[in-house]
């Protein structure tokens, strides 16, 4: 759904109330990061999938840590005077925390049609195991 409030010229203060009310996140007490992301995992791996549409592999820069892993970039600004800009650019800088020891060798990253995706597997030892019981 889409809601344009340039009919409102007159009254400024009230399209910007409108856009801070209708931004994802609103009520929460905090803006939603850049880039949007989702987290998700299964039981070998966990999946960080990032919206960076418009912005090179050279430009992003992914660092794994022992519980955290960053994604660093820059979206370049465009030349000319803007009518309307609601794709933000310029430096973003995103930690996810990992809840999950991740086999840190395995870890891969890839980039296809503005989708960030990075595939972390998760270390053995943090793996669900089955424990046969005997019988006596």
């Known amino acids: 759904m889409v809601l344009d409030?340039?009919?409102f010229h007159p009254l400024p203060q009230l399209e910007k109330?409108?856009?801070e009310f209708m931004r994802p996140g609103y009520g929460s007490g905090k803006a939603m990061g850049?880039?949007?992301?989702?987290?998700?995992?299964?039981?070998?791996?966990?999946?960080?999938?990032?919206?960076?549409?418009?912005?090179?592999?050279?430009?992003?820069?992914?660092?794994?840590?022992?519980?955290?892993?960053?994604?660093?970039?820059?979206?370049?600004?465009?030349?000319g005077k803007f009518l309307r800009q609601e794709r933000p650019t310029?430096?973003?800088?995103?930690?996810i925390g990992l809840n999950v020891p991740v086999d840190r060798d395995k870890v891969a990253a890839s980039m296809k049609d503005g989708i960030l995706t990075v595939t972390l597997p998760k270390s053995e030892a943090s793996r669900p195991k089955r424990i046969r019981i005997g019988a006596e």
């Open 90 to 95: 310029g430096v973003f800088h995103r930690v």
């Open 17 to 19: 109330m409108f856009e």
């Open 34 to 79: 850049y880039p949007p992301l989702n987290l998700s995992n299964d039981e070998e791996n966990v999946y960080v999938r990032a919206e960076i549409p418009g912005v090179s592999l050279d430009e992003i820069e992914l660092t794994l840590t022992d519980k955290t892993l960053v994604i660093k970039g820059e979206r370049k600004k465009l030349a």
């Open 5 to 7: 409030f340039n009919t």
